[in-house]
T-cell receptor, first 115, second 111 residues
Framework: GAGVSQSPSNKVTEKGKDVELRCDPI?????LYWYRQSLGQGLEFLIY????????KSGLPSDRFSAERTGGSVSTLTIQRTQQEDSAVYLC?????????????FGPGTRLTVT | KQEVTQIPAALSVPEGENLVLNCSFT??????LQWFRQDPGKGLTSLLL?????REQTSGRLNASLDKSSGRSTLYIAASQPGDSATYLC??????????FGAGTRLFVKA
């Protein structure tokens, strides 16, 4: 079946502009995660959705970052007033559920460049 | 605070060699530990997931072990091939699911 998809694959934006990044999880997966991978840095957890529960936003680096998940499926990560330090690869993952034994499956990522 | 460390940071081996990648974590209260590989410019590919109650998992030439009491996991790659060249990432999934990744081990297998 289809894996996790993300769009766009690349995004170049000017400093100060808003951007939206999209993630389509694997069908039937109730858990969805966003991560950021900056050049030379490890993967950084941003936000986690599980079903209809309130998301865990504890990893969002500032209030310029927000995410939503509509209908328990597609998710959008929005970055307002982008800064150069926001340049990174943004990765989305999904899993069938939460808890012991559920693997996370990753999408190919969106490479964001803020000029 | 959970911290995940991977050693070595980089490794270069000749084809055919068996090798071990190490992952250590500071808090043993975890649900799962998952190993991934990442090829340059690509997303992550899941290799193995070990549940907290398990000691090891195997897939083909890969074997991952977990020792929660000592906060360690190892990924064993048998008979390495040039196609195994990639960055290998260890991820610890605690209760709360704020997944913590190690910085990775960059592996290069020489033909």
């Amino acid at each position: 079946g289809a894996g996790v998809s993300q769009s766009p694959s690349n995004k170049v934006t000017e400093k100060g502009k808003d951007v939206e990044l999209r993630c389509d999880p694997i069908s039937g997966h109730t858990a969805l995660y966003w991560y950021r991978q900056s050049l030379g840095q490890g993967l950084e957890f941003l936000i986690y959705f599980q079903g209809n529960s309130a998301p865990d936003k504890s990893g969002l680096p500032s209030d310029r970052f927000s995410a939503e998940r509509t209908g328990g499926s597609v998710s959008t990560l929005t970055i307002q007033r982008t800064q150069q330090e926001d340049s990174a690869v943004y990765l989305c993952a999904s899993s069938f559920s939460q808890g012991v034994g559920y693997e996370q499956y990753f999408g190919p990522g969106t490479r964001l460049t803020v000029t | 605070k959970q911290e995940v460390t991977q050693i070595p940071a980089a490794l270069s081996v000749p084809e055919g060699e068996n090798l071990v990648l190490n992952c250590s974590f500071t808090d043993s209260a975890i649900y799962n530990l998952q190993w991934f590989r990442q090829d340059p410019g690509k997303g992550l590919t899941s290799l193995l997931l070990i549940q907290s109650s398990q000691r090891e998992q195997t897939s083909g030439r890969l074997n991952a072990s977990l020792d929660k009491s000592s906060g360690r996991s190892t990924l064993y790659i048998a008979a390495s091939q040039p196609g195994d060249s990639a960055t290998y990432l260890c991820a610890v999934i605690p209760g709360g699911f704020k997944t913590i990744f190690g910085a990775g081990t960059r592996l290069f297998v020489k033909a």
